[in-house]
């Protein structure tokens, strides 16, 4: 079963600082992998994906992750947080399910802080 | 689109009753999942409707849990005799594209078994 690992569980930073979260996923064939966002009371927002081409993807809010195949590794960067970016972040991967559906496999996510 | 709702938001019952969660799709959406997630973990994946069929179980949804879509609008989730162990926030999410790779959330139900 495919599976995705975040290391990273908590990461303070202060304002301006550059970000990168770590996501690894298990499987070895073709993945289609995303970053998903939980603001502080909000339900979880997708902030980009990876299906295949570029393997830098841009997402919205500045973010964006690169896709290296040969380490398995899916990591979300933002050269410079703000305050509003404390959130907790999902690393995810889909698995395709019977009569086209699919179901996503989170990993365990990182709760960034940003302090001003 | 006015986004996937969740009703009720917050929902403390007691060991042994039964509780019946509703989910609201985006309109249009075809493709429903219901997921749970833990304090420290992310959402894990329960189980998956395409229209009215529920076509796929994960092994998370046991005897007690039962899960309907009679119209393929919106979804119930029933969970009956509940244990501590149910406590949770259980998501609703949907999807319309072919691959429905791109899932759209809800706000969530949460549930406290005392």
């Known amino acids: 079963a495919q599976s995705v690992s975040q290391h990273n569980h908590h990461v303070i930073l202060s304002e301006a600082a550059s970000l990168e979260l770590g996501c690894n996923y298990s499987y070895g064939g073709t993945v289609n992998l995303f970053w998903y966002v939980q603001y502080p009371g909000q339900h979880l927002q997708l902030l980009l994906k990876y299906f295949s081409g570029d393997p830098l993807v841009k997402g919205i809010k500045g973010f964006e992750a690169e896709f290296i195949k040969s380490k398995f590794s899916f990591n979300l960067r933002k050269p410079s947080v703000q305050w509003s970016d404390t959130a907790e972040y999902f690393c995810a991967v889909i698995t395709i399910l019977t009569g086209g559906g699919n179901k996503l496999t989170f990993g365990t996510g990182t709760q960034l802080k940003v302090e001003l | 689109d006015t986004g996937v709702s969740q009703d009720p938001r917050h929902k403390i019952t007691k060991r042994g009753q039964n509780v019946t969660f509703r989910c609201d799709p985006i309109?249009?959406?075809?493709?429903l999942y219901w997921y749970r997630q833990t304090l420290g973990q992310g959402p894990e994946f329960l189980t998956y409707?395409?229209?009215?069929?529920?076509?796929?179980k994960s092994r998370l949804l046991s005897d007690r849990f039962s899960a309907e879509r009679p119209k393929g609008s919106f979804s119930t989730l029933e969970i009956q005799r509940t244990e501590q162990g149910d406590s949770a926030m259980y998501l609703c999410a949907s999807s319309r594209d072919p691959q429905g790779t791109e899932q759209y959330f809800g706000p969530g139900t949460r549930l406290t078994v005392t």
């Open positions: 309109s249009e959406h075809n493709r």
């Open positions: 409707f395409q229209n009215e069929a529920q076509l796929e």
